[in-house]
T-cell receptor
């Protein structure tokens, strides 16, 4: 069975500080996809990144960066120079491959990020 | 391009009633997935439909059902509502089969009294 763990339930930072969100996953599959989503107060989940299990390269997109380490089953997310607009709940998710698995996502419990001005 | 739309946005029902929620995916998307979000259980997968076929189903009782129409619009139905069914129900659509970016709708907030 798949499992995603986000140990940090809430992180509070002051604007311009960096914040790293941890994500640890469990799966018996050798091929899978990992995702990060952002859920602002409005409630809609916003896609941030998708990474497949073959690609362990770190990725940077603006102030966001992701560190994927297959050896430790972790896919951590860093927001650099945080801004108030980054305040949201962030979810890490895992998906199997295969037609039957479809687009089913297994989500972690989420980490609430509060950025204070 | 219009995003995923869900109706209604808010709903209040009483125990024992049934409810139908609707989701219109992004134009051209053939996959629709449903998720339940509660403070206690978090985000949990309900089911996915692709080209009118249920492709995958989560661990929910048979009171939860869904369907997809030929235009890819989807509905989910919950019968004999229980207090624990109070949740935010999110619908997501994606372009094709396989692992794709899923676009989520704003959700339907269901309250069961």
């Amino acid at each position: 069975a798949q499992k995603v763990t986000q140990a940090q339930t809430e992180i509070s930072v002051v604007e311009k500080e960096d914040v790293t969100l941890d994500c640890v996953y469990e799966t018996r599959d050798t091929t899978y996809y990992l995702f990060w989503y952002k859920q602002p107060p409005s409630g809609e989940l916003v896609f941030l990144i998708r990474r497949n299990s073959f690609d362990e390269q770190n990725e940077i997109s603006g102030r966001y960066s992701w560190n994927f380490q297959k050896s430790t089953s972790s896919f951590n997310f860093t927001i650099t120079a945080s801004q108030v607009v980054d305040s949201a709940v962030y979810f890490c998710a895992l998906s199997e491959l295969g037609w039957a698995a479809g687009n089913k996502l297994t989500f972690g419990g989420g980490t609430r990020v509060l950025v204070k001005p | 391009k219009a995003g995923v739309t869900q109706t209604p946005r808010y709903l209040i029902k009483t125990r024992g009633q049934q409810v139908t929620l609707s989701c219109s995916p992004i134009s051209g998307h053939r996959s629709v997935s449903w998720y339940q979000q509660t403070p206690g259980q978090g985000l949990q997968f309900l089911f996915e439909y692709f080209s009118e076929t249920q492709r995958n189903k989560g661990n929910f009782p048979g009171r939860f059902s869904g369907r997809q129409f030929s235009n890819s619009r989807s509905e989910m139905n919950v019968s004999t509502l229980e207090l624990g069914d109070s949740a935010l129900y999110l619908c997501a659509s994606s372009l094709e089969e396989g692992i794709n970016e899923q676009f989520f709708g704003p959700g339907t907030r269901l309250t069961v009294l």
